[in-house]
């Protein structure tokens, strides 16, 4: 097997898109069968305070653009979005931070169910604009995602629980330089990071496969 570990945030537009075009790009992959796709948490603004302050308004402060700059912004990612096939709605996401939706993502991974949470997650912040960061909206994930819901009360109701597990994936990030989502590792041996096509994708999957240690 060759593993490809990918860290995103889920309140990420680039990291929606990306983790699209590599799905793409995998399954344009000859030996997709035998690559293991393991989600890693990545926070990209961890002192964040979960609240109502409108996404476009926080980000432009933190980046030092006009509103309309970050709108434009937007819906630059919301055409990439749809060019696949993504529903992006621009304008109604809040900002935070997504430590607990990571928290219960490595809980979803002990049940084997850690991409179908994500994927929800990246759906409900981006096409639904359904705030994330919301207890509620986050059990509805888990629960849709297929866990029990007592079971994700449970791990939310816990700040330790899994917390561990979330600082491990953004410590090694930080030990890869990695200062950015997306960002993919084939093979422990090749980064690729941004939003790449997936002909992109295909090809760096096809090289670490050429490139892997005769057995």
Excluded at 137 to 166: K, S, Y
Excluded at 178 to 199: A, C, I, K, M
Aim: proline share 3%; aromatic share 10%.
């Amino acid at each position: 097997m060759m593993r490809v570990d990918m860290w995103t945030d889920v309140a990420c537009p680039w990291c929606y898109i990306g983790r699209e075009h590599f799905s793409r790009g995998l399954a344009a992959f000859a030996h997709r069968d035998q690559v293991e796709v393991r989600h890693r948490s990545f926070e990209l603004n961890p002192q964040a305070e979960n609240g109502t302050v409108p996404i476009i308004d926080a980000v432009a402060a933190q980046y030092g653009r006009t509103r309309e700059q970050q709108v434009a912004r937007e819906e630059q990612a919301a055409a990439m979005a749809n060019a696949v096939g993504l529903e992006f709605r621009v304008g109604g996401r809040v900002f935070g931070n997504t430590f607990d939706v990571y928290r219960l993502s490595h809980f979803a991974g002990t049940r084997g169910l850690q991409g179908k949470l994500l994927d929800l997650a990246f759906r409900v912040n981006f096409a639904e604009e359904a705030s994330i960061y919301d207890r509620e909206t986050l059990v509805g994930v888990g629960v849709e995602a297929g866990l029990g819901e007592a079971e994700v009360r449970e791990v939310l109701d816990n700040p330790d629980a899994f917390a561990e597990e979330v600082r491990s994936d953004e410590r090694l990030a930080a030990e890869l330089g990695t200062g950015g989502v997306p960002f993919f590792v084939l093979d422990r041996s090749y980064g690729v990071s941004g939003v790449q096509s997936p002909e992109a994708f295909t090809q760096a999957l096809e090289r670490a496969w050429a490139d892997r240690p005769a057995a």
